[in-house]
Structure formats: C-alpha cells, structure tokens
C-alpha cells in the first residue's frame, strides 16, 4: 500500500495526520516534541521518533512553523529521487525557492500545495488545498489532498501555490486586524460592539469571519485556533513578497509590524484574535 509520512504534527499536522489514517491510508508520523505526536497511535498512524521515517515513503508532508524548520527537518528525513515532497508549510517565496533548491538536489518532487483554513476545518477535514506543481505528481497527491480537504485547486507550477497563499492570508490577515480596531474603537466610543454586528446584519460587509473574531474579542478568550505568533510570520511574508515584486502594501506592513509587536508583548501563544489585546480601550 502507498505510505505518506507526515513530519510536523502540531495544530494542523495531527490531525491531517488523523484524516488521511481515517480515510484507509498508511500513514508514519513524527514530531519535534514526540508527546504530541503519540496520540495518534490511537487512530493506527505508525508514529516514530526521527524524519527519517520518510525514508521509502511515497509521498512526504511537511507542516511546520517556518521555512528554516522545513529545511532542517527535509534534509534530516533525506528525502530521495522520485519521493514526491508535499510541502505544506506556509514558507513565502525565499522559502519556497530553498526547498525547490533541495528538493532538485535530492531528486525528490516537489509539490507546493499549502492549505487554507485553521484548527477545526483540518479537524473535520474540510482545509482548502492550494496545489502547485507536475500534474503526475498532483494526481498521485490527490487522494491525500481529499483526505483532509473540502477542495483542491490545482494553481500551476511550484511555486504558485504559496504565491496564492500570501494573496489570501493578506486579507485573512487584515480582517483580523480590521475586526481587532473595529471592536476597540466601539468599545472606547462607550458601545457593545454587538451593534456593529448588528448593523451589517444581512449585508454585503457581514462576515462570519468578522463575527467569529469579534466574539473572541468582546470575550476575551484567545484559544488557538491559529497562533498570533504563526500569524504574525505569515504577515512578514505577505509584506516581504510585496515589496519583492514591487507592490506597496502599507496596512500589510502595518499588520506584521502590529502581530510582530503582540507577540513580543507576550501573546504569540494565543490566537492571532489577540492583536486586540493590544488595541482596547485602557
């Protein structure tokens, strides 16, 4: 039976991970902390202490938190001539140029296909596959893909793939912030910020994004469902592929400067709602 050995097993890792064992595949798992990872015996992932468990697999997935650890951990598993590499990790442009560099090195095949979505949509299995790379290679992928996803889109080339990731994290990002000085400002202006909700009730401006943030906001409770840390990383590579290709992005800017300056106040553990800590009314 064709094996997919998944390194990374943190928020987004175990449990896709969890879904492609549910769906029948033969799945090896391994994780920087090795506590993380153990749980998934339980749902028959062959789970082991060292990358080299990518060793004779047919497809690798990397979901780690940067392109540094992508890198450490690819060239630990030493990936081999015709092994498809799944890189999954939200690495930006520099980052996905190193692993297409390794990746030619070791004669594996690289396959950008980054995800969308956050905790619960990897859990239920429902992440949107943002796929790029040789067309065999996608479509010996694309049991996988549908393992864990609501939908693949295939985009080009590798490479593409993370191109459209920082395209949409930009406004991922942004609404998240937006949502943060929203609540704020309604808040310092002496209102419930359940009236803004209610006054883009049923419009073109009423997100259910905007309103699952602005709950976490007007609680106070930040459990991660994406890390304001991860977040704050992904902003930097937003306004950095900006800049490279000559766009001028200042509220990109401004939100990674932002996240940046949360997760240094010590909130880079929470979810990215938490930039709000930053924003409300003293």
């Known amino acids: 039976m064709p094996t997919i050995a998944v390194l990374g097993t943190g928020v987004m890792g175990a449990p896709m991970a969890r879904n492609l064992a549910r769906a029948g595949h033969e799945v090896r798992a391994w994780n920087?902390?090795?506590?993380?990872?153990?749980?998934?015996?339980?749902?028959?992932v062959d789970v082991r202490d060292d990358p080299a468990i990518a060793s004779g697999a047919d497809v690798v997935l990397t979901m780690l938190s940067d392109a540094d650890a992508v890198l450490a951990v690819a060239e630990q598993a030493d990936l081999g001539e015709g092994q498809i590499w799944w890189q999954a990790s939200t690495v930006g442009l520099e980052g996905t140029e190193r692993c297409a560099a390794l990746a030619g090195k070791t004669g594996a095949v690289l396959v950008d296909a980054p995800v969308l979505g956050t905790r619960q949509p990897a859990e239920e299995g429902k992440l949107v596959i943002l796929a790029s790379g040789p067309e065999d290679a996608l479509d010996t992928c694309a049991p996988y893909f549908d393992?864990?996803?609501?939908?693949?889109?295939?985009?080009?080339?590798?490479?593409?793939?993370?191109?459209l990731k920082l395209a949409v994290n930009s406004w991922v990002l942004a609404v998240t912030q937006g949502?943060?000085?929203?609540?704020?400002?309604?808040?310092?202006?002496?209102?419930?910020?359940?009236?803004?909700?209610?006054?883009?009730?049923?419009?073109?401006l009423d997100l259910p994004y905007f309103r699952m943030k602005a709950k976490l906001m007007m609680d106070e409770e930040f459990p991660a469902s994406f890390a304001l840390a991860l977040a704050a990383k992904d902003a930097r590579l937003v306004a950095e592929a900006a800049e490279r290709h000559g766009a001028d992005v200042p509220a990109a800017r401004a939100i990674a400067a932002r996240m940046t300056e949360a997760t240094q106040?010590?909130?880079?553990?929470?979810?990215?709602?938490?930039?709000?800590?930053?924003?409300?009314?003293r």
């Open 32 to 44: 920087r902390s090795p506590e993380k990872a153990a749980p998934l015996r339980d749902d028959g």
């Open 147 to 163: 393992a864990v996803s609501a939908r693949t889109m295939r985009v080009g080339e590798a490479g593409a793939g993370t191109r």
């Open 179 to 204: 949502t943060a000085e929203t609540v704020a400002l309604t808040q310092a202006l002496g209102l419930d910020p359940g009236l803004v909700i209610e006054a883009v009730n049923g419009g073109g």
């Open 265 to 281: 106040a010590g909130h880079g553990d929470e979810d990215m709602a938490a930039t709000y800590r930053l924003s409300r009314p």
